[in-house]
C-alpha cells in the first residue's frame, strides 16, 4: 500500500507506459499482449488505493497491436530508433496532462533504462510538477534492486495474472 493514498484515493491517475522498453525490460511474460496487460494496471492502481479517473498513454511501436484508442487510453506510434522523438512526446504528454488534471494527482512513468539526456529532462519535468504543483510520481523500473522511491508493479504481475 502506498503510503499516500489516503491523501490521493480519489486523485487523477495519468501512467505513461513505453511499451517497447518495458515489454523488454520489465518482464511482462511473453503470452500477456499489451491489451492484457491495461486490465491488469488497472487492477494493481486499484491495488494501490489509487481509486480516481485514469488515462493510460502508450507510445512504441503499435504495429500489430490488439486494441484501439478509448477516451481513456491513447496509443502513439512510434518507428523502432525514433527514441527521442518518443520521449519528447511523453515530456508533452506529461506537460498536458498535468494542465487537465488539478493536484494533487498521480503520474506513473513506466519507461524502462532512460539515456542520461531523457533522464535529466524527465527530471527536470517531474520534480517542478512535485515541487510546484503537488503531483506525485511513481516510477516503474527494470532496475534491480529499485530505489528506495521507486515502485515497481508491473513486475510483480504474476504469469497467472493477478
Not at 522523438?85 to 524502462?112: A, Q, Y
Request: proline share 7%; aromatic share 6%; net charge negative.
Amino acid at each position: 500500500m502506498c503510503s499516500n493514498c489516503v491523501f490521493l484515493s480519489a486523485a487523477a491517475t495519468g501512467v505513461f507506459w513505453d511499451m517497447d522498453e518495458c515489454r523488454k525490460e520489465c518482464e511482462i511474460p511473453e503470452e500477456l499482449t499489451a491489451a492484457d496487460v491495461v486490465p491488469r494496471i488497472r487492477q494493481k492502481l486499484l491495488d494501490l488505493g489509487l481509486r480516481g479517473p485514469v488515462s493510460i498513454r502508450i507510445y512504441g511501436d503499435l504495429t500489430g497491436l490488439d486494441f484501439q484508442s478509448s477516451e481513456d487510453v491513447k496509443l502513439h506510434h512510434f518507428h523502432a530508433g525514433e527514441k527521442r522523438e518518443k520521449m519528447t512526446k511523453i515530456l508533452e504528454d506529461i506537460v498536458s496532462w498535468s494542465g487537465e488534471n488539478p493536484e494533487p494527482s498521480v503520474g506513473i512513468l513506466v519507461l524502462g533504462h532512460l539515456g542520461a539526456s531523457d533522464d535529466a529532462d524527465i527530471t527536470e519535468v517531474i520534480e517542478l510538477l512535485k515541487t510546484q504543483k503537488n503531483y506525485q510520481f511513481m516510477l516503474v523500473t527494470p532496475e534491480s534492486p529499485p530505489p528506495p522511491t521507486v515502485v515497481r508493479f508491473l513486475r510483480a504481475i504474476p504469469r497467472g495474472g493477478l
